[in-house]
């Protein structure tokens, strides 16, 4: 986990996009210098004049990327802001997540290769785009069956540290915020 003091550089892309900034936020940075598979994004968590950055993915991996849930494709969520979007709840009835709670834009990835494909037709839904770790117990190195479009960090300390910074926020609701580097 890295802690950045100078939140003026992310700032200034939300004033350009032109989504709210919330003193308490999640926010994802998809990166340019994608790597299939890997955990080659990042998610911060928004406190105050304070960001603590994870390591993520916001792209599913190579396993439902091969092997389509949905007949339409993976789900590749969407750049956007989704303002109350997530709930603390429990992730596919297992463990305690930020899972989605009102619709969110997602591409459909249908060509079956091991890359995360971003654009095309968008399909808007309730999806289960949650916000979750990898394993339990050791950082994950490659995404696989992690992420089948969920937004996933890969260390479980570091999800614990969001997860329990969420529950002392106070808040019943989560704005997250997806940005492409």
């Known amino acids: 986990m890295l802690t950045i003091s100078n939140l003026s550089w992310l700032q200034e892309k939300f004033a350009i996009k032109g989504y709210q900034w919330e003193r308490f936020h999640l926010v994802g940075i998809r990166t340019k210098d994608y790597v299939p598979n890997t955990f080659c994004d990042n998610i911060f968590l928004i406190?105050?004049?304070?960001?603590?950055?994870?390591?993520?993915?916001?792209?599913?991996?190579k396993h439902w990327l091969k092997n389509l849930l949905n007949p339409k494709g993976t789900a590749v969520l969407q750049e956007g802001q989704y303002k109350n979007s997530w709930r603390i709840g429990?992730?596919?009835?297992?463990?305690?997540?930020?899972?989605?709670?009102l619709p969110v834009n997602v591409f459909r990835d249908s060509n079956r290769d091991e890359r995360a494909?971003?654009?095309?037709?968008?399909?808007?839904?309730?999806?289960?785009?949650?916000?979750?770790?990898?394993?339990?117990?050791?950082?994950?190195?490659?995404?696989?069956?992690?992420?089948?479009?969920?937004?996933?960090?890969?260390?479980?300390?570091?999800?614990?540290?969001?997860?329990?910074?969420?529950?002392?926020?106070?808040?019943?609701?989560?704005?997250?915020?997806?940005?492409?580097?």
């Open 90 to 101: 429990l992730h596919q009835g297992k463990y305690e997540a930020l899972v989605q709670i």
């Open 47 to 61: 406190d105050g004049d304070k960001a603590y950055s994870f390591h993520a993915t916001t792209r599913p991996g």
């Open 117 to 181: 494909d971003v654009g095309g037709v968008i399909d808007r839904g309730m999806f289960g785009i949650n916000i979750h770790r990898a394993n339990a117990n050791l950082m994950s190195k490659l995404v696989d069956k992690w992420s089948a479009g969920c937004q996933v960090i890969a260390d479980p300390s570091d999800f614990n540290f969001l997860l329990k910074k969420c529950k002392d926020s106070g808040k019943g609701v989560f704005t997250y915020t997806l940005l492409n580097e």
